[in-house]
């Protein structure tokens, strides 16, 4: 089992940045990925980062604004997001995958997520 808990998340204007934390606990995984679902609309892919070497990847909505990050002393991810648009609206997921990572990974535990508003 993993553990995972969001945390971050809240109300700003577009153009602004936020900082989401995804704090982790238990087994050992492969990759760590975040996940976006606005109302109405599928899930998407954000960012991810490996474990080990901590190699990244970005969907492309988010290139060039969004940065993730991981510190492996304190269990925790970071997605620093700048730049922040009204369309960056969305509940917020954290998860990870035992095998692989990226967007094909796939993700088998989940946090409850966190929900960013961005107002124009």
């Known amino acids: 089992q993993v553990h995972l808990v969001e945390s971050g998340g809240g109300l700003v204007q577009a153009g602004d940045s936020l900082t989401l934390s995804c704090t982790f606990s238990?087994?050992?995984?492969?990759?760590l990925g975040w996940f976006r679902q606005a109302a109405g609309k599928e899930r998407e892919y954000v960012a991810a980062?490996?474990?080990?070497?901590?190699?990244?990847d970005y969907g492309d909505s988010v290139k060039g604004r969004f940065t993730i990050s991981r510190d492996n002393a304190k269990n925790t991810v970071v997605l620093q997001m700048n730049s922040l648009k009204p369309e960056d609206t969305a509940l917020y997921y954290c998860?990870?995958?035992?095998?692989?990572w990226g967007p094909g990974g796939k993700y088998d535990y989940w946090g409850q997520g966190t929900q960013v508003t961005v107002s124009s």
């Open positions: 998860a990870v995958t035992m095998t692989g």
């Open positions: 238990g087994r050992t995984f492969s990759g």
């Open positions: 980062i490996s474990r080990i070497f901590g190699s990244t």
